[in-house]
Each structure stands twice: as C-alpha cells, then as structure tokens.
Nanobody, 116 residues
C-alpha cells in the first residue's frame, strides 16, 4: 500500500512562488514514477509534471520554464517548485505514483493552490 501526503499549498499573488511537497509512505518510492496532477472543479485533470525512477522529468507545456519537479529518494519525498505563478495555475494539486508514467495508481488527498 502506498500513502501520499501533500503539503505546501496556499494563496499567492500573481507572479509569486510556492513549493509543494509530497511525503510518500512506501518501500517502493525509489522505483516509482511520480507526478503532480491538478484539477479545477468541474474540469478534467491536467498532468503538470512527472519524474521517473531515473530522475527524468517531463512537463506540461503550460508550466514549462516555470515549474520544477524533483525527488529525494533518501527521504521518499517529491517536490514541485512553482515560480511565476499565474491565476490559471489555480487548482487542487495532487501527488500521484505508479509503476510507470502512464497511469497513476496511488493519489494523495490534494493541496489547494490559489493565485490571484
């Protein structure tokens, strides 16, 4: 069983920064593909960024150059540094894990990010 707990959300002004963290309680974090997915109420989920077990990251076009995903396998922690935030980044952000980067099997409870 994998448990994911996000933290670091909040409210920030346009152009500001936030750092999200995800603590993973699992013995298989090192081999997992990890990702951040966001969702606005009433809209479909959007994959924001992912990082595989080799540390290779990928980003949605909407956040490239502004967001950085990283992982610390020693601490079982996933992070998302969000810079130059814009109101369109407002959403609930979820941490997710899977054995590959295609379909996520495990999800956190989400953390709200609001940019105004």
């Amino acid at each position: 069983h994998v448990q994911l707990v996000e933290s670091g959300g909040g409210s920030v002004q346009d152009g500001g920064s936030l750092r999200l963290s995800c603590a993973a309680r699992t013995g298989t974090f090192r081999s997992a593909c990890m990702g951040w997915i966001r969702q606005v109420s009433g809209k479909e989920r959007e994959g924001v960024a992912s990082i595989d077990s080799d540390g290779i990251a990928s980003y949605a076009d909407s956040v490239k150059g502004r967001f950085i995903i990283s992982r610390d396998n020693a601490k079982n922690t996933l992070s998302l540094q969000m810079n130059s935030l814009i109101p369109e980044d407002t959403a609930m952000y979820y941490c997710a894990a899977s054995g590959n980067c295609l379909n996520y099997n495990y999800w956190g409870q989400g953390t709200q990010v609001t940019v105004s």
